[in-house]
């Protein structure tokens, strides 16, 4: 069974940083790609950023892009998402999912995704 399990949400003011980690069971990251989105209430969930496990190639939605890095750890079945520069308009519950390569197509389409985690919150104050 695919498990995603996010940590590392928490409260920051604007400027600031965090750093998410999407811990991956029930499959190995080779040939995989993890991503990010982030959902307000009552609002679209939105696609933040990805990552093919298989050579490394990033994509980034274009208003995290300069201020977010994505990052895999195979070694540990992990995805981290590095956050800088937070602003409130990023605050939102932040979900990792996971799907095969052949996602990153579309890999900014949320129902292209079958495997999700929980979500962790991110609020940033100005």
């Known amino acids: 069974e695919v498990q995603l399990e996010e940590s590392g949400g928490g409260s920051v003011h604007a400027g600031g940083s965090l750093r998410l980690s999407c811990t991956v069971s029930?499959?190995?990251?080779?040939?995989?790609?993890i991503g990010w989105f982030r959902q307000v209430p009552g609002m679209e969930r939105e696609a933040v950023s990805c990552?093919?496990?298989?050579?490394?190639?990033?994509y980034y939605s274009d208003s995290v892009k300069g201020r977010f890095t994505i990052s895999a750890a195979t070694d540990t079945n992990a995805v981290e998402l590095q956050m800088n520069d937070l602003q409130p308009g990023d605050t939102a519950v932040y979900f990792c999912?996971?799907?095969?390569?052949?996602?990153?197509?579309?890999?900014?389409?949320?129902?292209?995704?079958?495997?999700w985690g929980q979500g962790t919150q991110v609020t940033v104050s100005s």
């Open positions: 990552i093919s496990t298989s050579g490394g190639k990033t």
């Open positions: 999912a996971a799907a095969q390569r052949s996602v990153l197509y579309i890999w900014n389409v949320p129902g292209a995704w079958p495997y």
């Open positions: 029930g499959l190995t990251l080779d040939n995989w790609a």
